[in-house]
């Protein structure tokens, strides 16, 4: 089946940039997302990137996408505390229209 | 704003014991879906519903039903909890107009059963 993948685990002191890497199997998935969790909440959406684009960019946010390779990267620049939580990397099943997500990225940020 | 609330942010329950986690959104969104998050394993689809009446089963419905009476509430039912189901169960709903598929999530149900 379709599969997306990601590292658990990321660790970036404050004020440098995160990179969170995600590959993903389904080359017809049209949409590919970051959705963020904090600590005891749900997942909330961060960004998408339609599958035509390459690059997206929203303030301190940048989503790169390589669909050749099938990579996706979230890039956070100024990382400040308030970023600390789980990413979650995830696409579109092109069979069915469902979101398959990857496990999650852990953030933490050193002082 | 979109919400969706789920009936209990923790609930502990004895093994055998039936469970239900209720899941309401106020948007009016046709498809709706309960999840299960665990340490390491990420989300996994457990059932979801395009509309009232509806269901299928996700990657892990086993031990697991579903009811969709209303179209703004969607129920997980464990019929006879066990322990390896303790976990945390969010419920996440989404519109047919959205061309990008964005699905919103409510809080979470962790779920402890002893």
């Known amino acids: 089946g379709e599969d997306v993948e990601q590292s658990l685990f990321l660790s970036v002191r404050e004020g440098d940039s995160s990179v969170i890497n995600c590959t993903y199997t389904?080359?017809?998935?049209?949409?590919l997302y970051w959705y963020k969790q904090e600590p005891g909440a749900g997942l909330q959406l961060l960004t998408y990137?339609?599958?035509?684009?390459d690059m997206k960019q929203d303030q301190r946010l940048t989503v790169l996408l390589n669909k050749k390779d099938k990579h996706l990267s979230l890039r956070i620049a100024d990382t400040q505390t308030g970023d600390s939580a789980i990413y979650f990397c995830a696409e579109i099943d092109g069979r069915d229209d469902k979101i398959i997500f990857g496990k999650g990225t852990r953030l933490h940020i050193l002082p | 704003d979109v919400k969706v609330t789920q009936s209990s942010r923790y609930l502990v329950k004895r093994t055998g014991e039936k469970v239900f986690l209720e899941c309401v959104q106020d948007?009016?969104?046709?498809?709706m879906f309960w999840y299960r998050q665990d340490p390491g394993l990420g989300l996994r689809l457990i059932y979801f519903?395009?509309?009232?009446?509806?269901?299928e089963k996700g990657d892990i419905p086993e031990g697991y039903s579903v009811s969709r009476e209303k179209k703004e509430r969607f129920s997980l039912i464990l019929e006879s909890a066990s322990t390896n189901q303790t976990s945390m169960y969010l419920c996440?709903?989404?519109?047919?107009?959205?061309?990008?598929?964005?699905?919103?999530f409510g809080p979470g149900t962790r779920l402890t059963v002893l």
């Open positions: 389904d080359s017809s998935s049209t949409y």
């Open positions: 519903s395009y509309d009232v009446k509806m269901k």
């Open positions: 948007m009016d969104h046709e498809n």
């Open positions: 996440a709903s989404s519109p047919n107009r959205l061309e990008y598929n964005e699905q919103f």
């Open positions: 990137i339609f599958s035509n684009m």
